[in-house]
């Protein structure tokens, strides 16, 4: 019989779940398929997969990060909610931003939010070069996530303004991360960060490999930094 949720995240993680909180990693599954047959939220339907590509995958981070109480996290370009979703479910007292700059999926992240009655969630219609300006989110994050949304020398435009200096940015990448983490060596530093490490993440079933680029915030980003909306990947630094 194929695993449970709760064995995975047990078994890879090493993380506890609750029988409420497996029900509401179920009720988000129910709710993202349903919204998924009129809304593009997501390639992945199957839910064997759903529970390994979306909810375990965002679950990793917790594997390098402790999850403590009070914790504030912006998942930059969250689209259906990962990884920052499947995080505050499985760790409530943590604080999360959801960023995204398509407002049907804000819609859907506001209704799976109610659904689920979660509180420490908020989300952002924005666009990350936008809220690295707002004065509440520029430098005001602990940890700042992003999974499939850029190419490392342009997301880290993104990411590095909204972490504090002693904060960290994680990008949840596959086999380039290595290449990019190179490429990305000059805006890592412009922007006041620190490359830190790579990490490889073990998932059931899954062949290609998943890494986490982890970089340090050890400065303050130039105020000029983020660059206008599209800048960043259209001229990445
Ligand atoms: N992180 C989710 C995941 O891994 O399932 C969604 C990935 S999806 C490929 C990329 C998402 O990033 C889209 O929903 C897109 O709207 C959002 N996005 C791309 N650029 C962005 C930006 N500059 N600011 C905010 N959101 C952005």
Redesign the pocket.
């Known amino acids: 019989m194929a695993s449970t949720l709760a064995q995975q995240a047990d078994e890879q993680f090493g993380i506890t779940l609750s029988p409420e909180q497996t029900a509401q990693f179920a009720q988000y599954a129910e709710v993202l398929a349903a919204w998924n047959a009129h809304t593009n939220l997501?390639a992945i339907t199957e839910p064997a997969a759903v529970q390994v590509r979306?909810f375990l995958d965002s679950l990793s981070i917790a594997q390098v990060v402790p999850m403590r109480s009070g914790l504030r996290l912006i998942d930059?370009?969250?689209?259906?909610g990962?990884p920052g979703l499947p995080l505050l479910i499985a760790f409530p007292h943590i604080r999360v931003t959801l960023?995204?700059?398509?407002g049907k999926?804000v819609n859907f992240l506001d209704h799976v939010i109610a659904q689920l009655g979660l509180r420490g969630a908020q989300t952002l219609h924005a666009?990350?070069?936008e809220a690295g300006h707002m004065p509440d989110q520029r430098a005001a994050y602990d940890l700042v996530l992003?999974?499939?949304?850029?190419r490392l020398p342009a997301l880290v435009e993104?990411l590095l303004p909204l972490a504090r200096i002693g904060g960290q940015c994680i990008a949840m990448k596959g086999d380039t991360a290595a290449d990019e983490a190179r490429d990305a060596a000059r805006a890592i530093d412009l922007m006041g960060g620190r490359f830190n490490r790579i990490e490889t993440i073990e998932l059931p079933d899954i062949d290609e490999p998943h890494r986490l680029v982890i970089i340090d915030k050890v400065a303050h980003t130039p105020r000029t930094y983020p660059r206008k909306p599209g800048t960043p990947t259209h001229v990445p630094l």
């Open positions: 997501t979306h930059v370009g969250t689209g259906a990962f960023l995204e700059a398509t999926k666009r990350a070069e992003a999974r499939a949304v850029a993104y």
